[in-house]
């Protein structure tokens, strides 16, 4: 499968622990994206890499989350003493942007993993 | 900001009928528009995009979509729904950023 592929699946931490997931993106993709989904609701934006750069943050991403992309292929989320709240699927998307067209008008649609979803008791 | 708004939580028709799950957005600047369908289990799966062009854009699965610029709607169709479109369907809009803005989803029922 060359698909985005998330780890782990499933993880269920207890209120303040620290908590880290991967995302391997398509292997050719230079851009990938973090988005966070609750129940009934569509994904929100949280961060994302062009290559290991990382060039935008929500809002929604406070002091306690933290994103690496460090050789610009895999990427880590970590989220530091979660909270009830932070319960949800995380989700990781990739896209393709040919060199030459950084910053170009055209958006390639991004693909995204099966998720992780994160249980905090 | 930009923002979508899929005003129906569910959709129910019955197989073999056409389809519709409707989309409106707000942007400043061109839209670029997209849906994306989720199973079960499964990540969100890219159905089609709406960048330049035809106002009626043909995607995977016998899907399509028809953008309106002045009534700011990208409604998803299907000329005949199968058991198996049975999924949850959000629209989604990039303007300015690189991120997607996604609705809150509509579920689609397709009964036997």
């Known amino acids: 499968d060359t698909g985005v592929s998330q780890d782990p699946r499933h993880k269920i931490t207890k209120r303040g622990q620290n908590v880290t997931f991967r995302c391997d993106p398509i292997?050719?993709?230079?851009?990938l994206y973090w988005y966070r989904q609750t129940l009934g609701q569509g994904p929100e934006f949280l961060t994302y890499f062009q290559n290991e750069a990382q060039l935008e943050k929500s809002r929604l991403l406070s002091d306690r989350f933290s994103a690496e992309r460090p050789k610009g292929s895999f990427s880590t989320l970590e989220i530091q003493r979660t909270e009830q709240g932070d319960s949800a699927m995380y989700l990781c998307?990739?896209?393709?942007?040919?060199?030459?067209?950084?910053?170009?008008?055209?958006?390639?649609?991004?693909?995204f993993g099966p998720g992780t979803r994160l249980t905090v008791t | 900001a930009q923002s979508v708004a899929q005003p129906e939580d569910q959709v129910n028709v019955a197989e073999g009928n056409p389809l519709t799950v409707k989309c409106t957005y707000s942007?400043?600047?061109?839209?670029?528009l997209f849906w994306y369908v989720q199973y079960p289990n499964r990540g969100l799966q890219f159905l089609l995009k709406y960048i330049t062009g035809d106002n009626l854009v043909k995607g995977s699965y016998g899907f399509e979509a028809e953008f309106n610029k002045s009534q700011t709607s990208f409604h998803l169709k299907k000329p005949s729904a199968l058991v198996s479109d049975s999924a949850l369907y959000f629209c989604?809009?990039?303007?300015?950023?690189?991120?997607?803005?996604f609705g809150s989803g509509t579920r689609l029922q397709v009964q036997p």
């Open positions: 292997s050719e993709h230079n851009r």
């Open positions: 998307a990739s896209s393709y942007l040919p060199k030459g067209l950084a910053g170009g008008p055209i958006p390639h649609e991004q693909y």
């Open positions: 989604a809009v990039r303007s300015l950023g690189r991120a997607l803005t």
């Open positions: 942007v400043s600047g061109n839209p670029y």
